[in-house]
């Protein structure tokens, strides 16, 4: 009980359209990952979280690796039909390692997000 | 082979080739093994090593693994694999794992630019101490040279890297040498790092001496963090008592007042900002009349990066210890709001200090020199020692490779 009190607050902490990983609640929580990415994920279906996914290149040189952002899986896999490598720098795209991140919808109903 | 004399030609010719990637630093280590008198340039004490091997001076054995392990002791960048099961190392002794390895293990004596076309293991050996297989993987590369009108050419040679299943820490690492001017290994090109070619070396091992999946070794970002913690904690128990009565006492009181200043703020999504912006603030000024407290840290930091989303932040003291009074605030922040991405650490043992950068791959960590001193194998074991030990035994619970979701 006390680690979903943890996960609200984490959660109603968010600003809105503010990202948060699923480690980063994990690491916070120590809610299994498992449970946590059902509870994220059944928060997406009503709509108090929306998806994030991010897809980077594998440029060499740091400042040069560039980031895309999709809030559907959907959106994702019609970038990368699309889209072999990196449309600015043409370098690979890291599509073994995109990382899931969840936002934080609109903010309604006192702030908290699990209602 | 029982020594020198007993080499031919060829043999040789690739002991000299090898001799030539010797530097001072390896030379000293035999030294201290034999009393052999080392002295002035390098050509110089090749020649002394030589002679010594020749009069059955140096133990030839001990001699051709201390070939083998000349680019071992560098400045070398780390690479760590986990396997997604950890019987792995239960249902692989070390000892059966390691007559498996001798039966495919060449020779350093054998083994020259022109020859080598795919990497080959060439050397092996057993810590039983420290439980520990030892692998030198020899790889086809070409050197990029200058010739004496500043012509660029490329120039065969043979990288040697080193493979160490480690038994205690239950991984297998990779030290791979900085080589000066190398440009290609086992055909691939080297950019700014060694990714690919740890990738190929271990994909070898896994092909011809054993199979296995590597795991997701998310723990690190854990550790990483816990390092952060460690390393800005005030620990003192006073700040913590005032803290406590601060937050029972005086919050409500604080937030009352702020919430009624604007009518939006009573949503809960404010008040908890508020709370802890306050409490931050709090913190951070009694930190200044009641002072951190010192305390041994395993690593002090120098650098901190970290993600949110498409963001990244980066906090970094550009080799020295990220100052206190500089970069606590904004790092707390950063712990607060993201995961950390990568870290430079530095490890101090004995006055020398020996900086890494460790990062997180999708399935492996990197352990990446940031100077170019020398470091000892003995060194990177504490490292990693050390590091292994902000592993938390939750991972353990994902054996069977139950994760789906990657960050």
Known sequence: MDQL?????????????????PYYLIRKTN???????LILNIMVERSLLKNSFILKCDNPDNDLIHGYEFEDEEKLLDFLRKNEQCDQCESNLLTRDIRVFYKKGKVTNGGDVNG | MTGYMDLNEKQQENLFFFMDKVGGNHYSILKETYDIKLGGSLKNQTDKVLHALMMNEINFDYFTTWLNHVNMNGNNSIYIFEPELSNL????????LFEKIKKKTGSILNTSPEQLEKIQVIHSTMN??????????????????????????????????????????????????????????????????????????????????LPFNYSNPEWIIDGMSVIVEEYFDHNN??????????????????????ITKENGFKNSSFIKRFE???????????????????KENSFSIFLHEAGKGIVSFMANSNGKPLNYADSRIIVKMMMENTMVSSLGITYTENGKNYPYKIAKNYNFISLKRVNNSGTPKEIVDDVLFRLNKYKPIREFENQGGSITEAE
Request: charged residues 25%.
């Open chain 1, 5 to 21: 009190q943890k996960l609200n607050d984490l959660l109603t902490i968010l600003r809105e359209n503010e990202s948060v990983s």
């Open chain 1, 31 to 37: 809610i299994p990952v498992n449970v946590i990415i």
């Open chain 2, 89 to 96: 190392f239960i249902n692989n002794p070390i000892s059966s």
């Open chain 2, 128 to 209: 039983s101490v420290k439980e520990q297989i030892i692998i030198t993987l020899a790889a086809p590369a070409y050197l990029s040279l200058k010739d004496a009108d500043n012509n660029p050419y490329l120039e065969k040679d043979v990288y040697l890297g080193y493979l160490i299943i480690d038994y205690k820490l239950q991984h297998f690492r990779l030290s791979l040498h900085p080589t000066h001017n190398i440009y290609s290994i086992n055909n691939i090109i080297k950019d700014k790092g060694f990714e690919s070619i740890a990738l190929a070396f271990m994909e070898f091992f896994k092909k011809k001496l």
């Open chain 2, 237 to 258: 128990p006073i700040i913590e008592k005032k803290l406590l009565e601060f937050q029972k006492n005086e919050m409500s009181k604080l937030i009352k007042i702020l």
């Open chain 2, 276 to 294: 802890r912006a306050l409490l931050n603030s709090y913190e951070s000024e009694l930190i200044e009349i009641y002072k951190m407290v010192p």
